[in-house]
Nanobody, 119 residues
């Protein structure tokens, strides 16, 4: 079982920056694929960015060039650096961890952190 704790959300003006963190419990963090999702009011949860256990990343088209996803396996933590934020980035951001063991997939979620982009 993995516990995920997000932090770093808050209120920021358009064009500003935030860095979200997600700290994970457990000793095999490096084997997990990690992702950030977000859910805005009245909308479905959507994938923002993903990073594999090997460090490869991919991003939603709406955030490419503005967000950077990284991981520090020594600290069991992933980071989402968000720059040039827009009002449409306003959402609750959720950290997700996935690991496949044999034929079973295990999926874990954090509690979410609110990001509000507004002047």
């Amino acid at each position: 079982h993995v516990q995920l704790v997000e932090s770093g959300g808050g209120l920021v003006q358009p064009g500003g920056s935030l860095r979200l963190s997600c700290a994970a419990s457990g000793s095999i963090f490096s084997r997990y694929a990690m992702a950030w999702y977000r859910q805005a009011p009245g909308k479905q949860r959507e994938l923002v960015a993903r990073i594999t256990s090997g460090g490869r990343t991919n991003y939603a088209d709406s955030v490419k060039g503005r967000l950077t996803f990284s991981r520090d396996n020594a600290k069991n933590t992933v980071y989402l650096q968000m720059n040039s934020l827009k009002p449409e980035d306003t959402a609750v951001y959720y950290c997700n961890a996935v690991i496949v063991v044999l034929i079973a997939e295990y999926d874990y979620w954090g509690q979410g952190t609110q990001v509000t982009v507004s002047s």
